[in-house]
């Protein structure tokens, strides 16, 4: 039952009022269409009541309020219904169908749209790019098919002049993957003829008043509906909708369903030849017919791709096939010709809206499904058909459609009212019995096999000779002379309501309906001549050769009676019905508040008689004195189980029904439910609710519960498989582990005898495990290795070795040729054969100085070019012993100019290049320049790298401390007395000696080029 509504508002359910009476049913619907609640439950039937105004009740909050909520959590509206049956067809993969009845103009159309739009809402949450595909097409749809099946009558601005049911396919998400539409019985006869004061259908008048001028133009028509004859009728007519937005909008949707440009011009081509066809006049001369005015026959020649003297042979002419296989022309006389035209037309619309119907099925039908693969489909069928009809002439259309709302309402009566007594009665459940109406012999009336209507009128139409409309009527007159809901003026002469020979009435279940008989078998013949159908076929536009497959058969070939339109009908909505009856239905009864379109209006006489044959104060009883939800027991058990500790998971009883039982009684709902043979009813959606409602907060509970257990069992699993692995890679590593020390205990067996130690044995790859292993182990072989090479080296040479290991250090490997192949002599200066003119003296002079200075060791002598003071510079010699740099003039026997402690050097810099320049760095920031000079012994020798080693290896060792040295590889940047110097080195051609030149920030130091 509805809630969230206050009293103010009347009775938000029908089965909640205080007594079911017509009046208090009045009273209450009246007091809702004046508060704006435009809905009302009877159950899980819904009341609808046309508002005529726009409501602000269909938003995106009010589609978020309703969805996944339970029918009666909210106050009553389409969206609780939609939300439903998409629920019923989720939860229980069961097919649903939602059926919108009602008077034409009571709001139908306009609901089918709602409820398409909140399935369209509610679904494809991910945003599949293939679901949103899907919607959009049906939702385009619509737009489509209420341009080109509806029209403006006078009861209704948008009234469908067609029957549609689709059906929505949903895959076991709940995601829309498909659809198919279903039409029934177009109102045709429309096309050439309209009431006073209704219109041609809207596709005309949208084409002419919202078409381009070009695309009127290409079309041969004028921007003006009153210089048609088939839309002349309705051009004056005003209406709430707007030709030119809508024409804009179908040209849109039928982009976005997937027609083709080809194909959306045929379609207006199709339309523009119905207009042109209307607009043709024929003249006697009393001998034959001709056509007035030619320009119409080529223009529809052109627009239809037929040959112009075809065209018009057709519009004169038909071919007749004589007994004796011989075929004639047999021209037409004026009535005959308008007839053929007026057919003609009929058949293009009704062939081109079947087409366009089709051409939508083909794309929105579900393609390559596998229930395998792809799950359970199910299915929401949306039923919207005309509703019952009654005009001041009404005709073969109306007798077909009230016809179709007797069926739907004999469905209406076998679920609702029939079923439910009989499910009752075979259950043994005790109720109040309901009389009902029965409308099951209005029915047969009209679709009884030899004595219905319908056959009455079929056996008309195949009798041979002159049959007329009276002639039939005098026919059903004789055959349902006794029929209880069958009348016409001959059986009740007094009636003159009726007229003779013209008129019957049915007593429908809605009301007495009078129909004209006039008309009837040209339209249940539904005659066209084949020599139209032919032309279409041999059109050379494919899509019209399309509509047409008929047309390939030729005069002489022998074919069967087609089926008349009446039967066609019956046919396919017997096919309905039975597609209704096979899903779970659901009920939208709409009513139409008043004739003036008012949204003020109440017009009780009017709503009374629709609440009347609507059945809808029966519906109210039986709902009050059933149940409002029934389930067998061991689905209900399968469902509710986890809300009774004594039932789940499983109970321990004799039978399901006495668990269904404790879980009732654990809830206290005994007084509100009965125990059928084999189902579980209950009486109020309360209880249901309030199961639910325990349900859905145990649900995350068990899942939590089911995760634990499963996630445990895959722990374990995992645990197994893991201690297994591990188990594995332990001892895959010792094997690996092992192997690798057997390796290489092979190859290094033998390195004490090699020439090299073992160094030239290659190392295996060792396991990620002995990595580190690895490499401790490689610098302890390389250790040991240096060791069995060092102490193979004489005493006397392990002070060169130093000072070479030093200089390797210092020099990283960015000087490449520093004189490590070489021996050193260090002491170059008392060396004979390097400088055999001046050694003799300067050993003298070095005795001189080693007793006045008291060093103990020359480090390293000999002869440079330095930078002096004044920024020249000269040939000196370079002593460096252990405590002193001594500065010697060679020119005069070696005098010493300078004598520098060491301890004042803090490091020295030298280039990367073959040249020989250093520079000594002091801590006063007076460094010191030079470029050292090759004696005799070899005139390419490289003096730099010994001085750097000696230097190096004398600060580390002997006294301590770090001696940095910088070799750079473009300026050197010195300090003399405080002033920064920049050092470069160029080559230069014919320069024999290196010197130092003065440059603008520093000094160049030129080599010679070689």
Request: glycine content about 6%.
């Amino acid at each position: 039952m509805a809630e969230l509504e206050g009293l103010e508002f009347g009775k938000s359910d029908f089965v909640l009022l205080d007594e079911v009476t017509m009046e208090q049913f009045m009273d209450n619907l009246k007091l809702r269409f004046e508060k704006g609640r435009i809905y009302t439950y009877i159950g899980e039937v819904l009341v609808s009541v046309n508002p005529y105004r726009q409501m602000d009740i269909y938003g995106k909050e009010n589609i978020d309020a309703y969805r996944g909520r339970e029918l009666y959590e909210n106050p009553p509206h389409l969206y609780a219904v939609s939300d439903a049956a998409y629920k019923a067809m989720k939860r229980r993969a069961k097919d649903t169908c939602i059926v919108i009845s009602g008077e034409s103009g009571a709001g139908k159309t306009e609901a089918s749209k709602y409820i398409m739009q909140y399935i369209a809402a509610i679904t494809n949450p991910s945003q599949r790019a293939e679901v949103e595909s899907v919607k959009n097409v049906l939702l385009k749809s619509n737009c489509v098919l209420e341009a080109f099946g509806n029209a403006k009558t006078n009861r209704n601005d948008n009234s469908s002049r067609f029957g549609k049911y689709m059906d929505i396919n949903f895959n076991f998400n709940g995601d829309p993957t498909g659809g198919h539409i279903n039409n029934y019985l177009l109102e045709k006869s429309r096309v050439i003829h309209q009431q006073d004061g209704e219109r041609n259908f809207h596709s005309f008048y949208q084409l002419l008043r919202g078409g381009s001028n070009e695309m009127l133009e290409s079309l041969h028509l004028q921007n003006d509906p009153t210089a048609y004859v088939y839309t002349r009728e309705g051009a004056a007519t005003t209406t709430s909708n707007n030709d030119r937005t809508s024409h804009k909008a179908v040209m849109n949707a039928l982009e976005v369903i997937g027609f083709s440009k080809e194909e959306i011009d045929s379609v207006y081509q199709i339309l523009a030849s119905i207009l042109l066809l209307g607009n043709l006049q024929f003249e006697s001369d009393g001998e034959s017919v001709q056509i007035v005015g030619l320009d119409a026959v080529n223009h529809v020649s052109e627009l239809t791709d037929t040959d112009p003297e075809s065209v018009s042979k057709t519009l004169l002419h038909r071919t007749v096939a004589t007994g004796g296989g011989e075929v004639i022309d047999k021209g037409h006389t004026a009535e005959e010709a308008c007839f053929g035209r007026d057919a003609f037309a009929k058949a293009l619309y009704e062939r081109l809206f079947g087409w366009i119907v089709s051409r939508i099925n083909s794309v929105i039908e579900v393609k390559d499904y596998n229930p395998v693969l792809h799950g359970k489909n199910t299915v929401i069928g949306v039923l919207d058909i005309y509703g019952f009809e009654i005009f001041d002439n009404n005709s073969f259309e109306q007798f077909c459609i009230n016809y179709c709302n007797e069926k739907l309402q004999q469905l209406f009566i076998e679920i609702i009212l029939r079923q439910e007594q009989g499910e009752y009665q075979r259950e043994g459940i005790t109720w109040q019995h309901i009389d009902y109406f029965n409308n099951q012999i209005i029915v047969d009336l009209v679709e009884q096999p030899h004595k219905g209507i319908i056959s009455i009128l079929d056996e008309a139409c195949l009798t041979v000779g002159k049959v007329t409309d009276t002639v039939c009527l005098d026919s059903m007159d004789t055959k349902l002379a006794q029929h209880p809901h069958y009348t016409s003026r001959k059986l009740s002469p007094t009636d003159k309501s009726m007229d003779f020979q013209k008129h019957f009435r049915i007593r429908h279940y809605a009301g007495d309906v009078t129909y004209s008989v006039e008309g009837f078998l040209d339209k249940n013949k539904d005659m066209l001549f084949q020599d139209f159908k032919r032309l279409m076929y041999n059109s050379a536009n494919p899509v019209l050769k399309e509509m047409w497959p008929d047309g390939h058969l030729s005069i002489t070939e022998v074919t069967k009676r087609p089926l008349t339109a009446a039967t066609l009908f019956k046919n396919s909505i017997v096919a309905l019905v039975d597609k209704l009856g096979c899903k779970e239905p659901y009920y939208v009864r709409c009513i139409k508040p008043n004739e003036v379109k008012s949204p003020m209006l109440f017009d009780d006489a009017r709503c009374q008689h629709q609440v009347a044959y609507l059945g809808l104060i029966e519906n109210v009883m039986v709902r009050r004195a059933g149940f409002a939800y029934r389930q067998p027991y061991a689905r209900f058990l399968q469902r509710y189980k986890m809300t009774c500790e004594y039932t789940w998971p499983h109970h321990l009883m004799a039978s399901d029904r006495e668990a269904v039982e404790t879980i009732v009684t654990q809830h206290g709902f005994q007084d509100d439910v009965a125990y059928g043979h084999t189902k579980l009813f209950v009486r109020t959606p309360r209880s249901l609710y309030t199961l639910e409602q325990e349900r859905a907060a145990l649900i995350p509970i068990l899942v939590l519960f089911l995760q634990k257990v499963w996630r445990g069992a895959l722990a374990r699993m995992r645990c197994r498989r893991m201690r297994a692995i591990y188990a594995i890679m332990g001892c895959y590593k010792r094997y690996k582990v092992k192997a690798h020390f057997w390796e290489v205990e092979s190859r290094f067996a033998n390195v004490r005898t090699m020439a090299d130690y073992g160094k030239s044995v290659e190392w295996p790859t060792p396991p990620a495990a002995l990595s580190q292993f690895h490499n401790i182990t490689v610098m302890l072989h390389r250790r040991w290795w240096a060791r069995q090479i060092v102490k193979n080296i004489p005493p006397s040479d392990m002070l060169e070795v130093r000072a070479k290991v030093a200089a390797l250090t210092a020099l990283s490997g960015e000087r490449k040729d520093w004189g490590l192949s070489r021996a050193w002599e260090r002491d170059y200066l008392s060396n004979v054969r390097d400088c055999p003119q001046t050694s003799s003296g300067f050993i003298r002079v070095s005795k001189e100085l080693r007793n006045k200075d008291e060093y103990s060791q020359v480090l390293f002598s000999g002869f440079c070019r330095k930078v002096n003071r004044f920024n020249k510079s000269t040939d000196r010699g370079l002593l460096v012993t252990d405590k002193y740099i001594y500065k010697l003039e060679p020119k005069k026997q070696n005098k010493v100019l300078k004598r520098l402690p060491l301890d004042a050097f803090t490091g020295m810099s030298v280039t990367s290049g073959v040249d020989q320049m250093v520079a000594l760095h002091t801590s006063a920031q007076d460094d010191v320049l030079l470029s050292l000079q090759r004696g005799e012994l070899c005139p390419n020798q490289d003096r730099v790298g010994e001085l750097v080693g000696t230097l190096v290896d004398h600060f580390t060792r002997i006294r301590k401390v770090q001696f940095p040295v910088k070799v750079c590889r473009s300026a050197v940047q010195i300090h003399m007395r405080g002033k920064p110097k920049n050092i470069t080195v160029e080559t230069k051609a014919g320069q024999t000696n290196a010197d130092f030149k003065k440059s603008r920030d520093g000094f160049v130091l030129l080599i010679p080029a070689n």
